[in-house]
């Protein structure tokens, strides 16, 4: 009972990952877009104005996605890491180098440079979904069984490369339509405009991409599919699909908010779904969450840590949200860096 | 040194390289630590002078600091975030057998780390646009979230050294598990504090140092002045708790991991009135080389008479303890620290003195001097430390319970090899690019200062800061503004 609690608890944290880091790796994966430094400069200007206050958070998810399956399930994290050992220690290098490119690209004045980082930083977005994308697709397709050393078979097959493409193309189409918001925000009309019609192509990239995984898995992972075409999965791929409706008619209709909410919704639905799907099994088939399961104990204080956690986090994080759609927060300016009086002393200044 | 290799052949090839890149991520990753834990802390004091006293100069240095802080969290989440990644691609085993047990300090780190992640981000952007009053008491339990974070951590390594909690079943695993016991266990309390302090010290040094080497340089002007005092008073006071903390710790290693302290003094048979070494290589045959012997001393410290009975590192079989080359090293690492952590004490005292008793600041520049080092030497210290920690308890990576051997993953040695590889190359370029970064800051704000000395306008302001100016957005822009009022410029904000 506990263990069906933290499990639901497990794939929640993992559906935040997709959501909230998913949204900066899709701002990466636009900046990579972009094109040249000229004509990039705006989009790129805006893509690290809407991303800088809010990416460490959003990639603190997947720490704790981490710590519940060492906590709460010792056997799959174990599983996981030496099956998938190849395709997550990439992930890892991606996510080093992406936070480090994105962190050292603003205080760089050479252009020469500038692109060095930029560039690190967007590859990188690239690579490090797609690598976790297929490390839970040869989670979903019952390929790591608890034992299996590191293997290629284990990512390199049909549902592992698919999932890594939709990771790639859920992180893009969420990225733009943030950034659309982002652009509204900061009274950029042409970008409304760019990153909105860039959400669109996401939105039907992404249902081609549904539409091919399942067939793929039908044959390549039949424990999920059968889970995704049946039941509660059902349900939430439809949900799933009623959303990305939604979506594209908000994007058409230009509101900027509840296209985010809808968006996100796209995301969170597919997760839980793959979720539902795969139950009762942490790994399909051949570890059930029973089995992978740790102490009773433990599981009980990692849900309590958790509530804890939730009463704590959860209202600073929305107040952060909240601060950074509402513009409060602003970069320091070299001329706060200087000797001169506060900003803030002058309230007439800021407009 | 046969002994090393006989013990290491039995050992599997993925041991060494996995050893190897779990040491060089945690040593690079340390290095941002204390500005992670203790820089909010001390930019905090700072700003809060600054307000208090309306002190423009003081807010100054607690807005740039909070610039520096910036660019090196950001760093530190993702080098933290690869040492998650670790546990699960160098030791599987670890995690799958005792992250039930241990695993939910990282819960509580993690979820601290949030709440840092978060609080920063307000108190780094807040700056323009909340007002003054608000801005710092956001920023305020951002100490309080560093030391939650460092709590989680710190219990699962003390866990490491001193496992309880649990009990094992018919087949070895662990059950019945109490998180109580597993999180408070013997050698969190003074690990956790030692720790703590070192963070603290670690960092009002290495800010302080910047500003010890302007003023070597002939800067003596009011921002230096201040920037140096506010942290060097924060460390001066904490350098002699930590002596006592350091002693008690020390102790506490000899009563709970007697082994581990038989390595660190080199004590090789068991005995009373045993002598002290001063650094020293410990030979396989237990012999002791070079180093500086003081006799009984080591019993006295450990016990207080000479008379206390030291555990030798003989009181175990051979494969359940460190090596002779493993002993030199944890030993060498501890006496580092002490020799670095005394040297620091004396200069605390010289400054006590001069601040207390004359009411001024040292005038020698050789304090100075010992100022500007005090920095990069507390780092040394906290990295021997740390190499104390962790060598001391080889070879058991859960002492007594687990070897690491045991842990190892079975991914090959050359993939592990190839990954060393890289990461060293990506960390040094992440590193160096760190470290030109925060130079070419802090060039750039000198540069600006000299200038406004002068009287000069500063003319278009230089993308120098993590922060801005905003690149300028091509099209559809307003023409800037020079920057050169006393205002803030409207800088790209379209």
Known sequence: ?351 | MHTTVTLLAGAPAQLLPARELMAFTLASHIILVPLGVALPLITLVMHYRGLRRNDPVALLLARRWSAVMAVQFAVGVVTGTVLSFEFGLLWPGLMGKWGGVFGIGFGVEAWAFFLEAVLIAIYLYGWRRLKPRTHFLLGLPLPAAALLGAFGILAANAWMNTPQGFTLDAGGKPVDVHIWSAIFTPMFGPQYWHFVVAMLITAGYTVAGVYAVGWLRGRRDRYHRLGFTVPFTLAAVFTPVQFLLGDSIARSVFHKQAVKFAATELVWRTDTHVPEYVFGRLHPDGSISGGIKIPQFDSILAGFTPGTKVTGLTSVPADDRPTATQATIAHWAFDTMVVIGSLLILLALWYGWCRLRQHRLPTSPWFFRGAACAGVASVVAVECGWITAEVGRQPWIVYRHMRIAEAVTATRSTSLWIMLGLVVVVYVFIFGSLLAVLLKMRTNWRLDDARRAVGERTGEPEADTPYGPRARVPAGDPPPDGGTGPGPAKDGRP
């Open chain 1, 1 to 351: 009972m506990i263990a069906d609690v933290i499990a639901v608890v497990l794939l929640l944290a993992v559906a935040a990952y997709a959501c909230a880091g998913g949204t900066d790796y899709g701002a990466g994966f636009w900046d990579l877009t972009a094109g040249g430094a000229r004509r990039g400069a705006r989009p790129r200007w805006l893509i690290d104005h809407a991303m800088a206050p809010v990416w460490e958070v959003n990639n603190v998810w997947l720490v704790f996605v981490f710590v519940i399956m060492w906590t709460g399930f010792p056997a799959l994290f174990q599983t996981v890491f030496s099956a998938m050992w190849l395709p997550l220690a990439l992930a890892a290098i991606g996510l080093v180098l992406r936070g480090a490119g994105f962190a050292l690209r603003k205080p760089i004045r050479r252009i020469a440079g500038r692109r060095l980082y930029g560039a690190v930083f967007a590859l990188s977005s690239l690579l490090t979904p797609f690598f976790l994308g297929a490390a839970v697709g040869g989670i979903a397709s019952g390929r790591a069984v608890p034992g299996t050393e590191a293997s290629a078979h284990a990512w390199a097959n049909p549902t592992s490369i698919l999932f890594g493409l939709i990771a790639i193309v859920a992180t893009a189409f969420l990225g733009a339509v943030f950034l659309a918001g982002d652009a509204a925000r900061y009274g950029a009309p042409d970008l409304v405009g760019y990153f909105r019609r860039r959400a669109l192509g996401s939105v039907v990239a992404l249902a081609v991409l549904a539409a091919v995984m399942l067939t793929v898995t039908r044959s390549d992972a039949p424990h999920v599919w059968h889970g995704l075409t049946h039941g509660v999965g059902l349900g939430l791929v439809i949900l799933a699909g009623v959303c990305s409706l939604a979506t594209g008619w908000l994007l058409l209709r230009r509101s900027g908010v509840w296209s985010r909410v809808t968006a996100v919704g796209v995301v969170a639905a597919a997760v839980i779904a793959w979720g539902a799907a795969q139950r009762p099994y942490l790994i399909p088939t051949s570890l059930t969450v029973a089995e992978g399961a740790g102490d009773p104990g433990s599981l009980r204080w990692t849900g309590l840590v958790t509530l804890v956690a939730v009463v704590l986090v959860c209202p600073a994080v929305a107040f952060l949200y909240w601060l950074d759609t509402h513009g409060e927060l602003e970069p320091l300016s070299d001329t706060d860096l200087r000797r001169t009086e506060p900003a803030r002393d002058d309230p007439t200044e800021l407009n």
